[in-house]
């Protein structure tokens, strides 16, 4: 006889989950377990996580986004929450933790509700509801003159990225807001919304200390110049995207030479011919030439002989941005450049900054439309965390071009969140008011992680911040350093109003979308050997 | 066994295990999708091979994606499929009306009745519906200004079923108006001439409806504008770049000159074709600060792209083709594919081209268009399975607007039609039939009841209270929908919910001819494999 029932209609290997207890239950849990593993990164306190990845690659981070990635999540409710997490680093470029780690906590509540007898759906209503009057209070909270900003005010600029980045470096913000708020104002555009975080490149040289990271007004190449010119001041730029070389046609050509005369001049002609090119550069004021593909012999020889510097760029968007630096429009073949086209530099250079052969090409006026950060560091995993904080901490810049609103940070909103939804929770009837009521609860855990993760006593502090609150101080937060609660104005701890709302409302969509699920249907795994597999029978190997 | 006449491996299932190896199959499929039925169905994950993630509520993709193995259940599969590919919608409830009359069917055969008798009612019970379906669908006129606040109602309907209700309706207004948009009188309407584009990028509720057109490329040079306005628009499908010939072609030179002059003589005849465009751009934008964009369905090549950059001229190569055709619906003018004879006139218009970038992806916008004849759904959500989950409901919902216009009527919804007719057939249509047959209409109406039921199953509702209070009202001659909030009657015309009449129709047409097949197997034999999996 067939056996009933769905499993038997289903080809072999798939898995089929349904019902509250076996697929709504287990993937809160999931989804739990993931945002128990960021959250004790969550704050400026947070810990750091050693990942290694499939390829064995370490990571030494507390940047959720990286771990989450780097994770190779299986689970599929768990998944969602990532691509959660990874819609607000696209979209914002911070706040991955609150996404996920927020999420994690309205599932945890709304699994205590499922099992006091609350149906899913009464969930979904009373979640959306409290979303969309989290957002309307969120805008309440809005500290009020931060709608307006001077973007090129670096003071400004600081002082509303410090908490994004303390959050990533804590202790070394300073360090690190500075760096990152020069070189983001001097390629901000005249129109701030169009600022492209591309702009702002981050060089990693091993070797030193942060104290020794620089700006360079221009661009850090990691390579060195083709030729034996290592240096050159106040000079025009020749770009060629295709190469420095003799012209090729698309049809395959044959020299065909009769005689021994012919080759000879063959030779020659082919000479003439390219230093007719060089020349004909060198005649139009370039002294440097950059080339995107190729540098021929012969031409570099010519180069040499007309005192021309040659550059190679092989990456094309990096030799779009070198042409944006030095203001030059890029030839596609080896011809006289018009003068328009030809760039200019104020200096560029061959240098050596801790082993690395770097060239460094600065453009201190016009142009200034790129500008790098070069970040020193002891260990590649340091580097690699600095070059997030400073992604983070441009970001950030970006997020501030567009909408400059800034909110309470250190918790301070989360707790002025918290009371107001409750009270609202409290005017509502029906079943999902006590959905609406969990969610206020739920944004309690942002207090309690960064005490936690401080060492400090979570419930004191939680209690004074609420008592602190209900008297009307809606700014007060915690402050790391001294384990007390204190007024943001003072500790200067502000959030991007546009991070907090998009994390929240990623979170809910995210938790909203689990809780919506009633049955898993998984297909076989596919493709390939098993990696731990493929180890285990490697390892048995070597044991032979 | 004296002889055996089949291979020894085979399986053979007769009479009784046959028939309730397809009846067990038709009610377990049921049993899968009956959560989906209806605006408070849940929602399915189904996790693919790789790990992908995705979500549905709707019956068709559950189906193509659960790769169903059972026999029986593929053939039921198969209709709902053929259902969907009739009618765009309703292939769940195929799915649970089948296996609905399939359980009916089973308690009158364990009570002792051949299936032949069932299978006779069902025809004559299949006949009658669809002669009541014709009386009692609501007309709606479709003159050359269509009721739009219908077409609402019945997209509504249907993507209320696919998504959640305030999604819903916001893409609602944004699927009528497409369609209206690309309907052209005296002429079908073609579907395909809506483009639906998606980003990931913000929101769901970000989606919304561009009148023009959203290409999922961007210009391929650096030195192009970014953004444009009063663009003049060639829409052309002329290779911009050289092409090597055919044959094997080599040539032979002695020296650098010779070659040099090959490689201009090779470039000569693309910078010939460029040069056409630039006089055309020319002619057109002189003394005015028109743009000029070309969009190329073939390639264009780098050194064409820089000689058409310097003018100030936007290219696109590589358009798709059928992105082609809704350029032209959508900015006038005409593709061309030779660029020997252009006219000013061959050419499009749009207000404002201009292009946007996310992360590595480039997208660009064709708006502020004149008399648009074709126009782009821009679908955005944070991540993939809700790009994926919306792009099936605007898909349903598109389908669900053609078929009002094209059927000029709409049915009940809510579950009233199914409650009436179950009404007409037990109460007129039964008496009217001789013999055993009756039973098979009973049945047949009996398994009608099973949308209301679902529906009420779903929303949490006491199946039974739900039934009774619908057919009571129906008795008294009002015809009543539920109400899925509170389990209440409802008038489904207040409310505003339609369902497709083609819809109905073909639920109605091909559920009872596959179940009818479905009951008069009575021997299952496969060849050479167990047919239960080997545990």
Redesign the interface.
């Known amino acids: 006889?067939?056996?009933?029932?769905?499993q038997?209609?289903?080809?072999?290997g798939?898995r089929h989950l349904s019902g509250l207890d076996e697929?709504v239950i287990k993937n809160i849990e999931a989804c739990k377990e993931l945002s128990t593993i960021t959250r004790t990164s969550l704050g400026p306190n947070g810990m750091n996580k050693m990942v290694i990845n499939h390829l064995d690659k370490l990571f030494v981070t507390n940047d959720a986004g990286t771990i989450v990635n780097e994770l190779e999540i299986?689970h599929?409710?768990a998944?969602?929450l990532v691509?959660?997490a990874?819609?607000q680093q696209?979209?914002i470029g911070d706040g991955a933790n609150l996404t996920i780690s927020f999420a994690g906590e309205l599932l945890q509540n709304a699994g205590a509700l499922i099992r006091a007898g609350l149906?899913p759906?009464d969930i979904i209503t009373g979640y959306?509801k409290a979303i969309t009057k989290t957002v309307e209070i969120l805008e309440q909270l809005v500290e009020s003159g931060s709608e307006t900003m001077d973007v090129r005010n670096k003071d400004e600029v600081v002082f509303r990225m410090r908490a994004a980045v303390a959050s990533k470096q804590f202790g070394q913000e300073e360090i690190i807001c500075s760096l990152v708020a020069d070189a983001c104002i001097q390629v901000c555009p005249k129109n701030p919304t169009n600022f492209n975080v591309d702009n702002v490149r981050v060089a990693k040289l091993l070797g030193g200390g942060l104290h020794n990271s620089c700006i360079v007004r221009g661009m850090v190449l990691k390579s060195d110049a083709v030729g034996s010119i290592k240096r050159m001041e106040k000079a025009k730029v020749a770009v060629f995207?295709?190469g420095v070389d003799?012209?090729?046609?698309?049809?395959?050509?044959?020299?065909?030479?009769?005689s021994a005369e012919?080759l000879e001049?063959?030779a020659k002609?082919?000479e003439?011919?390219v230093e007719e090119l060089i020349k004909a550069v060198a005649e139009s004021g370039a002294k440097v030439i950059v080339s995107g593909g190729s540098v021929g012999e012969m031409a570099l020889h010519f180069c040499e002989r007309y005192k021309i510097m040659v550059l190679k760029i092989s990456s094309k968007f990096e030799l779009?941005r070198f042409?944006r630096t030095a203001g030059a429009?890029?030839h596609?073949?080896l011809s006289r450049p018009s003068p328009d086209d030809l760039g200019y530099v104020d200096s560029i250079a061959v240098e050596e900054i801790g082993g690395v052969t770097v060239t460094i090409a600065r453009n201190e006026q016009g142009g200034n439309s790129i500008s790098a950060v070069v970040l020193r560091g002891s260990t590649d995993s340091i580097l690699d965390d600095l070059e997030r904080a400073v992604d983070d901490g441009v970001n950030t810049y970006m997020a501030m071009c567009r909408d400059s609103r800034i909110v309470p940070g250190a918790a301070a909103t989360e707790i002025e969140l918290a009371q107001r939804l409750k009270e609202y929770a409290n005017a509502e009837t029906g079943l999902h008011s006590h959905a609406i009521l969990k969610y206020a609860e739920s944004f309690q855990f942002v207090p309690q992680t960064l005490a936690d993760n401080a060492g400090l006593d979570a419930m004191e502090i939680i209690a004074s911040l609420y008592t602190g609150h209900g008297s009307g101080n809606t700014k007060l937060g915690i402050d790391l350093e001294e384990g007390a609660c204190k007024d943001v104005s003072e500790t200067k701890v502000w959030d991007l109003f546009a991070t907090k709302l998009f994390a929240l409302?990623?979170a809910s969509?995210a938790a909203c979308?689990v809780l919506?699920?009633?049955?898993?249907?998984?297909?076989?795994?596919?493709?390939g050997p098993r990696r731990d597999l493929a180890a285990a029978a490697g390892a048995g190997a070597e044991e032979d | 066994m004296s002889v055996r006449v089949l291979n020894p491996n085979a399986e053979v299932l007769n009479k009784t295990a046959a028939l309730h190896m397809t009846i067990n199959a038709a009610k377990g499929l049921q049993d899968v999708l009956k959560s989906n039925l209806g605006p408070k169905g849940t929602i399915k994950m189904l996790v693919g091979g790789s790990g992908d993630i995705k979500l549905t509520k709707d019956g068709n993709t559950l189906l193509k994606e659960m790769q169903i193995q059972n026999p029986t259940a593929i053939m039921i599969a198969r209709t709902a499929v053929a259902q969907d590919d009739i009618s765009g919608d309703g292939t769940t409830s195929t799915v649970i009306f089948i296996g609905e009359l399939m359980k009916q069917s089973e308690r009158c055969i364990d009570e002792g009745m051949h299936p032949r008798v069932l299978v006779d009612g069902f025809e004559i019970a299949k006949r009658a519906t669809l002669q009541f379906l014709d009386n009692f669908k609501t007309p709606v006129v479709m003159g050359d200004e269509p009721d739009k606040e219908i077409l609402k109602m019945v997209a509504r309907t249907t993507l209320r079923t696919k998504l959640y209700e305030g999604l819903a309706d916001q893409l609602t207004d944004i699927v009528v108006n497409s369609v209206l948009c690309i309907r052209k009188p005296e002429e079908g309407i073609d579907l395909f001439m809506v483009e639906i584009m998606h980003m990931r990028h913000k929101f769901d509720v970000d989606t919304r409806l561009v009148e023009g057109l959203v290409l999922d490329h961007g210009s391929r040079h650096p030195d192009m504008k970014r953004r444009a306005e009063n663009c003049h628009i060639l829409t052309c499908n002329v290779s911009l770049e050289y092409e090597k010939s055919e044959i094997n072609a080599g040539f032979f030179y002695s020296n650098a000159e010779q070659r040099e002059a090959m490689v201009t003589a090779e470039r000569k005849s693309v910078d010939e074709r460029v040069q056409k465009i630039i006089d055309l751009k020319n002619k057109v934008c002189a003394g005015n600060d028109n743009n000029f964009v070309i969009i190329n369905q073939k390639g264009i090549d780098p050194p064409s792209l820089d000689l058409l950059a310097r003018e100030g001229i936007i290219a696109l190569r590589r358009a798709k083709r059928r992105n082609m055709e809704r350029l032209v619906l959508a900015c006038g003018g005409e593709a061309v594919n030779s660029v020997d004879e252009l006219t000013p006139e061959s050419l499009g218009w749009a207000g404002l081209v201009y292009e946007h970038v996310l992360g590595e992806e480039k997208y660009t916008f064709v708006e502020q268009v004149k008399n648009p004849n074709s126009c782009t759904i821009l679908i955005k959500g944070p991540n993939d399975h809700t790009i994926a989950q919306i792009k099936d409901a605007v898909r349903d919902g598109l389908r669900s607007v053609k078929n009002t216009i094209e059927d000029e009527c709409v049915v009940l919804g809510a579950g009233a039609f199914e409650v009436a007719a179950r009404q007409h057939l037990l109460n007129e249509v039964k008496k009217t039939v001789q013999g055993r047959a009756q039973l098979g209409v009973e049945a047949f109406a009996n398994a009608l009841l099973v949308v209301p039921k679902t529906l009420a199953e779903n929303a949490g509702l006491d199946t039974q209270d739900v039934i009774i209070s619908l057919t009571s009202e129906h008795d008294k001659g009002n015809v009543v929908g539920l109400n899925i909030e509170d389990g209440e009657p409802i008038d489904p015309q207040l409310a505003g919910i339609f369902d497709n009449y083609s819809v109905k129709r073909q639920l109605i047409n091909s559920g009872p001819v596959i179940a009818s097949q479905l009951l008069l197997v009575d021997e299952v034999i496969r060849a050479g494999r167990n047919m239960r999996k080997p545990t």
């Open positions: 006889m067939q056996p009933y029932g769905i038997s209609m289903l080809k072999d798939y697929a299986q599929p409710a998944k969602i691509l959660a990874k819609a696209e979209e149906h759906s959306n995207a295709g003799t012209n090729a046609t698309e049809t395959k050509g044959t020299v065909l030479i009769h012919q001049n063959y002609t082919e003439a011919k779009r042409c429009v890029a596609l073949k409302k990623y969509d979308t919506r699920v009633d049955q898993i249907i998984m297909a076989k795994q596919a493709g």
